[in-house]
């Protein structure tokens, strides 16, 4: 018998509970606080109304989510974190019009009872604090670049004091890059695996630091193709009869960080990495365009991380070759 669905929505100080048994009957509603108080009140409220277990889902929109997921995970319920653009696609099957806390809750719900989504499962506290610390780094180089651009366009009155908080960002930022270093050095697994995927070339130790804050536990992905697919480097086709072919593209459902994380090593790898400039000559001499070529060698790339991560074993180049002539 299949557990009973728990759709949350939620806010940064609200959750908005929806709990469905079956799908012929009306989810039961609940408002909480997105606090500890409120967590607890949460599992109070289950067991009002005779529930041990249920399959909890969420949508993976911000971190305002993981706390209750990871509270939950902790007292034996089965959680889903979804693609909220999974989610909206499903809503838009039911033909939903109304769109408020509660409704999406609802929709949640019905999606985890109807579509039974894979469960989730918490990264290592090591992974966790690795993530919040990559994360970080890319907020600070988003306000980096801001200031720069600011600094093209300001007026002279405030040049001094762009370029001041632009040294201190910097400053941030190199010290956020040794704490990053510090903390994959201080667990050998994180080491291990940043050795493994820095042995591909064009792949540095930032990079590698992002990739491990994203992807977590490797063995959730089955396969390279299952890897590549959470990072929306899959091709997207669009086709219809025999008058639309359009060209096919990267279908971007999935990791933006991760994704963005390997755009400027798939163009450095093109000088540093003879398999890659082998594949993109290939690729332009087929008549790709460049950016195809680029979104090409993105996924070629992630698929070698899954391939050193999933074998143990540093790139071979000797080998990427084989399979390429």
């Known amino acids: 018998m299949s557990l009973p669905c728990l759709g949350i929505d939620v806010g940064k100080h609200k959750l908005y509970a929806a709990l469905l048994f079956t799908a012929d009957t009306k989810p039961k509603r609940k408002t909480l606080s997105n606090d500890a108080s409120g967590h607890q009140a949460l599992l109070q409220w289950l067991a009002y109304h005779r529930v041990e277990r249920?399959?909890?889902?969420?949508?993976?929109?911000?971190?305002?989510?993981?706390?209750?997921?990871?509270?939950?995970?902790?007292?034996?319920?089965?959680?889903?974190?979804?693609?909220?653009?999974?989610?909206?696609?499903?809503?838009?099957s039911l033909l939903?019009?109304?769109?408020?806390?509660?409704?999406?809750?609802?929709?949640?719900a019905?999606?985890?009872?109807?579509?039974?989504?894979?469960?989730?499962?918490?990264?290592?506290?090591?992974?966790?604090?690795?993530?919040?610390?990559?994360?970080?780094?890319?907020?600070?180089?988003?306000?980096?670049?801001?200031?720069?651009?600011?600094?093209?366009?300001?007026?002279?009155?405030?040049?001094?004091?762009?370029?001041?908080?632009?040294?201190f960002l910097k400053q941030q930022r190199k010290s956020l890059l040794e704490k990053i270093n510090h903390h994959i050095e201080c667990h050998d697994t994180l080491n291990h695996q940043r050795d493994l995927i820095t042995s591909i070339p064009g792949l540095g130790d930032k990079t590698a630091a992002i990739i491990l804050a994203e992807i977590g536990d490797i063995h959730f992905f089955k396969s390279a193709r299952q890897l590549a697919a959470h990072a929306g480097l899959t091709p997207k086709e669009h086709e219809s009869g025999s008058s639309i072919h359009k060209k096919p593209r990267?279908?971007?459902?999935?990791?933006?960080?991760?994704?963005?994380?390997?755009?400027?090593?798939?163009?450095?790898?093109?000088?540093?990495?003879?398999?890659?400039?082998?594949?993109?000559?290939?690729?332009?001499?087929?008549?790709?365009?460049?950016?195809?070529?680029?979104?090409?060698?993105?996924?070629?790339?992630?698929?070698?991380?899954?391939?050193?991560?999933?074998?143990?074993?540093?790139?071979?180049?000797?080998?990427?070759?084989?399979?390429?002539?």
């Open 54 to 92: 249920v399959h909890a889902c969420v949508e993976a929109t911000s971190t305002y989510a993981h706390p209750v997921a990871r509270y939950l995970h902790d007292q034996g319920h089965v959680v889903t974190i979804a693609n909220p653009k999974q989610v909206k696609a499903y809503g838009e």
């Open 110 to 167: 019905r999606f985890c009872l109807e579509r039974n989504p894979r469960a989730w499962t918490p990264p290592t506290p090591e992974v966790e604090a690795l993530q919040a610390l990559a994360r970080r780094l890319d907020a600070l180089d988003k306000m980096i670049s801001q200031e720069r651009n600011r600094l093209e366009t300001t007026s002279s009155e405030l040049v001094e004091d762009i370029k001041a908080h632009l040294e």
């Open 250 to 325: 990267l279908s971007k459902v999935g990791n933006a960080r991760l994704r963005k994380a390997l755009y400027m090593p798939a163009l450095a790898s093109i000088n540093h990495n003879p398999v890659i400039a082998q594949f993109r000559d290939r690729l332009l001499g087929a008549g790709k365009l460049k950016m195809q070529v680029v979104g090409a060698i993105m996924h070629k790339l992630i698929r070698w991380v899954f391939g050193v991560l999933h074998s143990g074993q540093p790139f071979d180049a000797n080998k990427a070759l084989a399979v390429h002539t």
């Open 96 to 108: 939903v019009r109304t769109k408020t806390d509660r409704v999406d809750a609802a929709v949640i």
